[in-house]
């Protein structure tokens, strides 16, 4: 212990080290004087094991993060390049798997202000026009207040009637 500059004492046959030291640190050589005294104290600090730095794999060489990844990191990158392919096909138009979701509900919708619009009827435009024509009937019914806490009840005006504006766009979304 004097070798390694250790504060030590010797009481009642034991040896007592006076203050915590710092022997060893993860990457130093051990020195044969720590290798002594760690066996006659019989400690073994040594752990063995691989340090992945990268991974080779059929001709290409990654980062060792690459093993880090779990499921989720996988799924997450393949709905960006996903949500990437639908962009871009929307954008110039050309169908792809990834973009007919959005081009079908693009077309309902069309297909719906249509109805809308005009006499043209079908049975989801149908449902719709009762909801514009009676948006009342379809609202959640209101709770009924506690015991004790009635309000007196405050007439309603009736809504301003709003005149129609033009239509800048003229009807045109982002990718029509």
Do not use: C, W
Not at 96 to 109: C, D, F, M, N, Q
């Amino acid at each position: 212990m004097q070798a390694l500059n250790i504060a030590s004492k010797i009481s009642k046959g034991q040896v007592d080290i006076a203050a915590d030291v710092k022997l060893l640190t993860i990457g130093q050589k051990v020195g044969s004087s720590e290798a002594t005294l760690l066996t006659k104290l019989n400690i073994k600090p040594f752990a063995y094991g691989l340090n992945i730095q990268t991974v080779y794999d059929e001709g290409s060489i990654y980062d060792a993060k690459v093993l880090d990844m779990t499921d989720a990191d996988i799924l997450a990158k393949f709905q960006s390049g996903l949500r990437n392919i639908a962009s871009l096909s929307l954008a110039i138009g050309y169908p792809t798997v990834a973009s007919l979701p959005h081009s079908i509900i693009r077309g309902y919708k069309n297909v719906v202000a249509i109805g809308l619009g005009t006499d043209y009827s079908f049975p989801q435009a149908e449902k719709l026009k009762q909801i514009l024509a009676n948006p009342g009937a379809f609202a959640a019914p209101a709770a009924a207040p506690a015991k004790g806490t009635d309000k007196p009840k405050v007439e309603e005006k009736p809504a301003k009637k709003e005149e129609p504006e033009e239509d800048e766009d003229m009807g045109l979304g982002l990718f029509d």
